[in-house]
Nanobody, 120 residues
């Protein structure tokens, strides 16, 4: 069984930075997809950024040039570096990791969510 542990959220002023981490724990062989999503109050959950096993990245238009997703395969961890944060980035951020377990079973796991609040 695989579960994800998120960290790095908090309160930051506009223009500030935060780095989110998402560590996948359990019987993991490898992971081929890592993604970050966010959900603001009263809104649907939207994709923010994703990274494939080959390192290809995709970003929502609203965060391009400000956010960077990366991965550390040795640590089974996905990161989201967020710079020049804006009040509209305020949301609960969730990570999603998909991969293969040590018994060749596929997994698709979600983190518990971490609050990011951008406010002066």
């Amino acid at each position: 069984q695989v579960h994800l542990v998120e960290s790095g959220g908090g309160l930051v002023q506009p223009g500030g930075s935060l780095r989110l981490s998402c560590a996948a724990l359990g019987s993991i062989s490898s992971f081929y997809f890592g993604g970050w999503y966010r959900q603001a109050p009263g809104k649907q959950r939207d994709s923010v950024a994703s990274i494939s096993s080959g390192g290809k990245t995709n970003y929502a238009d609203s965060v391009k040039g400000r956010f960077t997703i990366s991965r550390d395969n040795a640590k089974n961890t996905v990161y989201l570096q967020m710079n020049n944060l804006k009040p509209e980035d305020t949301a609960v951020y969730y990570c999603n990791v998909q991969g293969v377990g040590i018994y060749f079973d596929d997994f698709d796991a979600w983190g518990q969510g971490t609050q990011v609040t951008v406010s002066s």
